[in-house]
């Protein structure tokens, strides 16, 4: 009774939308009702002739990489520079953390400007440094678009991972780390040995949940580049918004194939690692 | 002297610390600026402060540049989301930490995993079904999608919680002869109320910046949400940067002025999902 209306909500709006994109990626759907079967024409038109796809994966899997990566690691740093009791700590905590409650939006936006060719911030400090020279339009060059918005996205979402570290830090038992500062272990090798293996639950956790982030990336891609210039920076999904709403085809099968190939692509990377990583914990303790 | 080397060791590391701040802090305090400044001005030199405080173009962006229609919609839509969600959220929460039943752990799986469904998976057919219902291009129909999303990431929050109250209580209240109903609004809600609080913020924020439903379910301009609001303008007027950042500080100022005096429980909400 109570758990009726969650329910009955769920069971319309979740489940029976993901049953009918997989009905649909066997389809090809154009307005009017008009819905023909196709069998495994979408996935085999996916696999085999569609470079644009490709070109959408490789750079969604540089994303990812690189971008968990370096999120994870940049979240610990900055956790680990709060850690060591340095003074104003909370200030610097609550304005570190601004960036992660703002929209994709305003975020974008933002970005385009520091980037500017003739008036972002980049750029001026770079031709103020003397590096005139390397100034170049950071959005609407094909080599460093993708980086530019990667970098954006980073600036977003550290601050979620630092907290999430920080907290996880304060809850280290303290007598573990005092016996380390007893051994006089230098302080690289106290990171390496004593606080990544007690951080594993917690690594793991923030690596999965920035690699769901980055797998799905949109909002950020199309406020700042819209998937141009030259397909740098298409993503897997800003190409399955373009397929179903802005190309002239009309047809949703296709989208529903692509989504339906990369959700089941993130599933099993998302098993994969919480298994692995999660067996190597049980070995270690 | 040796109280100066260590200050010395110290300053690379202070100096990243400040320098971290001013990326993070600044891009904001820089729109702050620019939206009370006029687009000439800006141009003149992007990175002054404001001279002449031009607070006119926040009425002008409210009335002329539509932001006030697109304000309201994005309140509406997300204030109802949000009370809905909290209330089915919170009943199906207090049903799976307090009941045992048959088909429990299937139902609580199913729910929950509703948490790893990739937003692509729901765009397309969401949109069909929209479509089918009447409900494509209404804030109706964004809002009971904005339930459906965030259902799953409610109810985990809110069912860790719950299950945390002692079952004496509810043992009590049944001996009291409080039905089910006066169990779960005078036991578990009031007990429950600082995780509520928690799910109501990281709803709030979530859904106040969301942008991939909004821009496949509306289409009018009049039923615009902010995100697609500022993003419309953009496209439009690429140009006319101040105008943008006053559109900007309208759709963060809500955000920052909660922040501001509730940063503790905004950042416990956001980060309420990870970590448990």
Redesign the interface.
């Known amino acids: 009774?109570?758990?009726a209306?969650?329910?009955v909500?769920?069971v319309?709006?979740?489940?029976?939308?993901?049953l009918?994109?997989f009905y649909?990626s066997v389809h090809v759907?154009k307005p009017h009702n008009v819905t023909e079967f196709v069998g495994v024409a979408n996935f085999a038109t996916l696999f085999k002739t569609d470079p644009v796809f490709w070109k959408a994966v490789g750079n969604t899997a540089i994303f990812t990489v690189v971008g968990t990566i370096a999120d994870v690691a940049g979240g610990l740093l900055?956790a680990l520079?709060l850690f060591v009791r340095?003074s104003f700590a909370r200030v610097?905590?609550?304005?570190?953390?601004?960036?992660?409650?703002?929209?994709?939006?305003?975020v974008g936006?933002?970005?385009v400007?520091?980037y500017d060719y003739d008036?972002g911030?980049v750029n001026?400090v770079l031709r103020w440094l003397g590096l005139g020279t390397s100034a170049h339009s950071w959005l609407g060059n094909p080599t460093t678009a993708l980086w530019a918005v990667l970098v954006t996205h980073l600036?977003k979402w550290l601050?979620?991972n630092m907290?999430?570290f920080l907290?996880?830090l304060y809850a280290l038992p303290t007598e573990v780390l005092g016996a380390a500062e007893l051994d006089n272990c230098g302080w690289v090798a106290k990171l390496v040995y004593v606080i990544i293996p007690m951080l594993r639950p917690?690594l793991v956790?923030?690596l999965v949940?920035s690699f769901?982030g980055k797998?799905?990336i949109?909002?950020l891609v199309?406020?700042m580049t819209g998937g141009g210039p030259l397909w740098s920076t298409e993503t897997?999904?800003t190409y399955?918004?373009k397929r179903?709403?802005d190309w002239n085809t009309f047809d949703?099968g296709y989208?529903?194939a692509?989504?339906?190939v990369?959700?089941l692509i993130?599933?099993i990377f998302?098993a994969l690692m919480t298994r692995f990583l999660s067996q190597r914990d049980k070995l270690e303790f | 002297m040796a109280q100066w080397l260590a200050y010395l060791r110290r300053t690379p590391f202070l100096l990243f610390i400040v320098l971290y701040t001013i990326a993070t802090g600044g891009p904001f305090l820089w729109v702050a600026c620019m939206s009370l400044r006029t687009t000439p001005e800006i141009f003149a030199n992007p990175y002054d402060l404001p001279t002449h405080l031009h607070w006119d173009k926040f009425a002008d962006a409210w009335t002329t540049s539509n932001y006030g229609t697109y304000f309201w919609n994005s309140t509406i839509v997300v204030v109802t989301a949000v009370a809905l969600v909290t209330v089915i959220g919170a009943m199906a929460a207090h049903c799976l930490a307090r009941y045992r039943f048959r088909g429990r752990r299937v139902l609580r799986f199913l729910i929950l995993s509703g948490m790893v469904v990739p937003p692509q998976l729901l765009i397309l057919s969401l949109f069909q079904i929209m479509l089918d219902y009447r409900l494509y291009n209404s804030l109706t129909g964004l809002m009971i999608v904005y339930v459906a999303t965030q259902l799953a990431m409610t109810v985990y929050i809110l069912e860790g919680f719950f299950a945390q109250i002692p079952q004496d209580l509810f043992d009590a209240a049944r001996m009291d002869g409080y039905s089910d109903f006066e169990i779960f609004w005078r036991i578990t809600l009031p007990i429950g109320l600082a995780a509520i609080f928690t799910a109501v913020t990281l709803n709030f924020i979530i859904l106040w910046n969301e942008f991939l439903y909004a821009v496949v379910l509306l289409t009018d301009d009049s039923k615009r949400t902010l995100p697609l609001g500022i993003m419309h303008f953009m496209g439009g007027h690429q140009l006319d940067v101040g105008m943008i950042a006053t559109g900007l500080m309208i759709a963060i100022l809500p955000v920052i002025l909660l922040y501001a005096f509730f940063s503790e429980t905004m950042i416990r909400g956001m980060t309420a999902g990870a970590v448990r």
């Not at chain 1, 319309?12 to 993901?18: H, K, L, N, S």
């Not at chain 1, 304005?95 to 703002?102: D, I, N, Q, S």
């Open positions: 009774m109570f758990l209306p969650a329910l909500i769920y319309a709006f979740i489940v029976y939308p993901v009918r994109t649909n759907i900055l520079c340095v610097w905590r609550v304005v570190w953390f601004t960036p992660v409650l703002m929209s994709y939006v305003v936006i933002i970005w400007w520091i008036w911030v001026i600036w601050g979620f907290i999430i907290a996880a917690t956790n923030l949940l769901i797998m799905m949109f909002d199309w406020v897997v999904s399955v918004y179903a709403f949703l989208p529903s692509i989504a339906v990369w959700s993130i599933l998302v």
